[in-house]
């Protein structure tokens, strides 16, 4: 199996800065895609970013310019950082990993539990 664990989130004030973290374990062989998802009350689950293995990324062109994905050090682990934060970018945020795991040697994509983002002030 494989697990997904979210961190970071909380209650930031309009223009401040959060950096959520999300680290992949289990049962993997490789994952060729790490991204964050968000969902807002009411409406449905968005893309916001991503990052390949080989390090491209790209985002929603809601947060381009104000937030960054990369790779942390730790090995299956990716960051979003979020900058310039507006009260629309309230939401819980989803890690989801595109994983070839140790079982299948098959890729599956694996979603994390959420973390809440609340930007008010």
């Known amino acids: 199996q494989v697990q997904l664990v979210e961190s970071g989130g909380g209650l930031v004030q309009p223009g401040g800065s959060l950096r959520l973290s999300c680290a992949a374990s289990?049962?993997?062989?490789?994952?060729?895609?790490m991204a964050w998802h968000r969902q807002a009350p009411g409406k449905q689950r968005e893309f916001v970013a991503r990052?390949?293995?080989?390090?491209?990324?790209n985002y929603a062109d809601s947060v381009k310019g104000r937030f960054t994905i990369s790779k942390g050090n730790a090995e299956n682990t990716v960051y979003l950082q979020m900058n310039s934060l507006k009260p629309e970018d309230t939401a819980v945020y989803y890690c989801?990993?595109?994983?070839?795991?140790?079982?299948?040697?098959?890729?599956?994509?694996?979603w994390g539990q959420g973390t809440q983002v609340t930007v008010s002030s």
């Open positions: 989801y990993a595109n994983v070839r795991s140790t079982d299948t040697y098959a890729y599956a994509g694996y």
């Open positions: 289990g049962s993997i062989f490789s994952i060729n895609a």
């Open positions: 990052i390949t293995s080989g390090g491209a990324t």
